[in-house]
């Protein structure tokens, strides 16, 4: 279905306009690449172990998932509805093409196309069973209300967690938006090693996504930074800043919270939500700081009804970065994002990342290894492209009949990326890139 999409889409998008790489990323399938027949495949010893290292997380009890996929009889009554969103690459839900740019990504949920080619093969030779005794033994999983870096990545508790306001939410209505301001309460400033959300366990089904952006009291005002520090978005991780770097956290700083609430059915009563804040030790001094900020695509939008458009933002740095992660923003009618850097020394234009199938539903950051974190020297220009669809073939299109415009309402339309980026000097650039190549190398010699 996604395929068909984004084949009609990239059809009426005006083709002078599509970078070359776009069509090479959307003309290859994994359908081409593995379409020899495989052995009799069972789910107790096929499908099984993809389903409890890609799928339960979500698709368990009490989780964000429609639905539970642990037994055989669970998986079976959904068996072509998952093959069709896994063919589709709908799920899991990480929107990343893997046939350019950058494919080294912390907290990657894509399968691989044997994954995804060996749950195809098991329902279209009828979704047997195959033998009880091949069946993993169950995974077990931290609680869902434990924080994510703790339990998946090792990061112990965190130091200081900041709760919104709690606020009641009805059964039925409007959505809601909760705009509390918290203070963290630290005297000295401190250094951030990683961040994330927490929605409560009642409020997650309603929570659909949470800003947390950095207020700082200065000369008794208190002043909008243009920092943030996370997104929440359902299936989102939060923010890990790479081993050499760190986020600033100032004395004195608060938590601007901007929660988008949509009533469920179901009220919930004193809601809140919280910000877990891993730092370093009082007095720890980082080699480089990180920044996260919003880098807009200059440029109207100006998407006529029926319609499809392209935007295009460059940004140049005046020091040597590093660009540590990458989340594509827009609303109902942004299809594709992606971002490349232009080198005007050499004339070479590199793709870093390209999401040809976005949607709106998961607002992903993607995170890239360390040892594959685009080094951006200074000069050099990132490009940022993004692809409109007002057209009835685009799925999430509330209404293609109207015109849409720039606008923070989700009928209107928005253009720009979140960026963390580590900010270096030539030394650190330097450095950094001879440790590459040399890792590159020693790669190379030993075969
Ligand atoms: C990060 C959480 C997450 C992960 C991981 C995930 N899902 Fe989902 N899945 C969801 C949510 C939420 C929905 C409902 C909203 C939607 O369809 O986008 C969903 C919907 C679905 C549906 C459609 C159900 C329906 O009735 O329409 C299927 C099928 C599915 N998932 C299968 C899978 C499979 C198979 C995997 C692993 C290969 C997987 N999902 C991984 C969260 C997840």
Known sequence: MKEKRSDSWMRKVAWASVPAVVTVALASSYGQALSQEMAHVTFTRDVAPILQQNCQICHREGAIGPMSLITYEQARRYAPLIKLKVTTQEMPPYQYDTDVGIQALKSDMRLSPEEIETIAQWVDQG???GDPADMPP???FADLDEWRLTAEFDYGQPDIVVES??????AEGQDLWWEPLVPIGITADRYIRAIEVKPSLAGRMVVHHANTTMSVMEDGELKSMRGRFTEYASGKLGEIVP???????????????????????????????????????????PEYLQSLRNYR?????????????????FHTWDHPVRIDSFQPHGHLRLVAKSLEIFYPETGEREMVSMVSNWNAWWQISHIYEENVAPLVPTGAVMILTAWYDNTESNPHNPDPDVWVGRGSRTADEMSHAWIAVTHLDDEGYERLKAAREAQLAQADGGG
């Open 138 to 140: 169950a995974r077990r």
């Open 127 to 129: 979704a047997a069973e």
């Open 297 to 313: 695509l200059e440029g109207d939008l100006d998407i006529a009804p029926h319609g499809t458009a392209m935007t295009q933002g």
């Open 243 to 285: 081993s050499d770097a760190a986020r600033l956290l100032p004395a004195g700083s608060y938590v601007r919270w901007s929660i988008h609430i949509h009533p469920n059915g179901k009220e919930v009563v004193d809601d809140v939500m919280s910000v877990g804040f891993w730092l370093y030790p009082e007095g720890y001094e």
């Open 165 to 170: 306001k709690p606020i009641t939410i009805p």
